[in-house]
Structure formats: C-alpha cells, structure tokens
C-alpha cells in the first residue's frame, strides 16, 4: 500500500483554491525560499505522518457538507509533486469519490524526462486546478531566491498550457526582491503566452513563520524586510492581471 508522507491538514481551507477545501499539507520541499512560512516542511526523510489516500480521503469526506459545489481537496506544502507516486494514487480514488482535486505547487520537481513526465501526465488527467507560484521571472534572481534556478518551473506552466488545463497563479510580493516593475512586468509578460490562466493572486510578504526559522535555529535573512505597502500591492495586481485581461 502506498504512504504519503503528510505534514499536517487543515479542514476548513478558504483561500487554497474554489470553494471550501480540506487542505493536506505534504512533507519535503527542495525549494529554501528566504520568505518561506513552512521550513518545518522541507525534510523528505522525516517529519510528518505516514498516511494512505483512503485515511486522508476519509477524513477529508467528513467536511464534504461544507464544500458546497465548488469546493473538494487541495495538496500543498512542501512540494506535493516530490510525492507524485503518492499523488497519483489519492487523485485516483478522489475521482472515484467524484472529489474536486487542486494542487498548490512551486513546479520545482517538473521534469519532461521519464518516468517522472508520464506520470506528471497522468496526474494532470485527475487533477482538476493547479495553483502554481512563479517566485520570480529572473533565472538568477529566483536562484538567489530560493537556491533553484526556474527553467523546468516555467516549463511546466508552459505544458500545462498546451494541455489546456487550468490554472491559477501566485505572486509573493516582496520588497527589493519581487515588487520591482521590470520584474513585474516581465512576468506579466510571461503569463500572456499562457492560455490556461484563469486567476492571478499577489501575496503581499510577511514575516509570520519567522518563528519557525528560529525554532529550528536557521537564520532569517528577510529579519528587516517590511511588508509591501499598499499602493504597491495594488500596482503589482494590477500589472500582473492585465496578463489576462
């Protein structure tokens, strides 16, 4: 039997896709965003709860009278798609429940090299939305970011786009790093190539994980960052939504 490994759950889920969503936050990322609120979640080999999709699917239909038409569960994170043996198989028996399926993804594992591409593949034909984060257009600057550069990132955003399936976008707006025109518009840019894009989010920064990144003794190194203010949250929103407009 297949066992994901799961970092927690959250029943009531408002903002991880249409609807009300029973949220399952999977264990191990490969990503080290400077911003990240989960660091806890970045371990692949430890932490978190062996679990199997029936146990997950169990507890999430318990919930199911609040979802209304739209709503069902979305896997987030860490990076479900390192999981994507595990995924495959909830997705499955989530369809067979006719459970709505959401993956909130940074796309970093995506690969078109086999056999990870067949099974992304299938994955797609059970999986009704993808939100996917772009944390910056610049290669360098989102290695600077996050310790990886984004090719394979902005590829599968480009494969999800020639399958047509939908997606929604998301933006973590931080000053000196993102909230930056130039950037800002390239990435709007980037967006109009795609025509599967049904929404685009700007995610003001915080710093409300720090807390964990001290817990776990690594060092923060956005202490001194502020939040964006919000004419510039508004500017970035609007340059990134006329991509769809």
Not at 14 to 25: C, K, L, N, T
Not at 220 to 239: C, E, H, M, W
Request: glycine fraction near 10%; hydrophobic fraction near 35%; charged fraction near 25%.
């Amino acid at each position: 039997m297949l066992l994901g490994r799961i970092h927690s759950t959250e029943s009531f889920g408002s903002v991880d896709g249409p609807g009300v969503r029973f949220v399952i936050f999977m264990q191990g990322c490969r990503l080290r965003c400077r911003y990240c609120h989960n660091p806890d979640t970045w371990k692949t080999d430890e932490g978190g709860k062996m679990q199997s999709a029936d146990e997950l699917l169990d507890a999430a239909e318990r919930y199911r009278g609040y979802w209304g038409s739209e709503g069902g569960i979305t896997m987030s994170g860490g990076e479900p798609l390192l999981q994507i043996d595990f995924l495959l198989d909830l997705f499955r028996k989530a369809k067979q429940r006719d459970v709505n399926t959401c993956i909130d993804t940074a796309g970093q594992p995506f690969t078109r090299e086999e056999p990870y591409f067949s099974k992304f593949r299938e994955l797609c034909g059970v999986t009704d939305l993808f939100i996917a984060d772009i944390k910056h257009i610049d290669p360098q600057r989102h290695i600077e970011l996050t310790g990886k550069d984004n090719g394979n990132i902005l590829d599968m955003l480009r494969f999800l786009s020639d399958i047509g399936k939908p997606v929604w976008i998301r933006h973590v707006l931080v000053p000196g790093i993102t909230d930056d025109d130039g950037f800002l518009r390239r990435t709007a840019e980037f967006i109009q190539t795609l025509g599967n894009v049904r929404k685009v989010e700007v995610l003001p920064y915080h710093s409300f994980g720090i807390y964990k990144w001290e817990m776990l003794g690594i060092p923060y190194s956005l202490r001194d960052t502020q939040p964006p203010d919000k004419d510039r949250v508004a500017n970035a929103q609007r340059i990134l939504r006329s991509a769809i407009e």
